[in-house]
């Protein structure tokens, strides 16, 4: 058993999913009360987050971006709420350079 984290184990060795068709208007998209599947908060009790609450839409795409599937960020993720946090994410670096690509550049506050 590795005692270390390497590339090819921990998080830096999960594919980041960054699905092409996240800005499809025709998607469902999560909204209001949401509590995440158990793939993607596998740790602690079941919380409930309330997506129109700023702090707790940041700790919800942390969680998606860095554990769900392409299902998931379709769900949870919506691309205008994303851009306008994500330098404020905390977020793997793998995760930060994916969604940094689809996100293209953004200007300087």
């Known amino acids: 058993m590795a005692q270390t984290r390497t590339q090819e184990i921990g998080p830096s060795a999960r594919p980041v999913t960054v699905p092409e068709d996240l800005s499809d208007p025709s998607l469902p998209k999560a909204a209001g009360q949401v509590e995440l599947p158990l793939h993607i908060r596998w740790s602690g009790p079941a919380t409930t987050y309330d997506l ?58």
């Open 52 to 109: 129109d609450d700023p702090v707790d839409r940041a700790r919800v795409y942390e969680q998606v971006l860095r554990e769900g599937t392409e299902d998931d960020v379709r769900f949870f993720i919506d691309p205008d709420q994303l851009a306008g946090i994500f330098d404020e994410l905390v977020l793997p670096v793998s995760v930060r350079e994916a969604w940094s690509k689809w996100l293209g550049p953004r200007p300087s506050v």
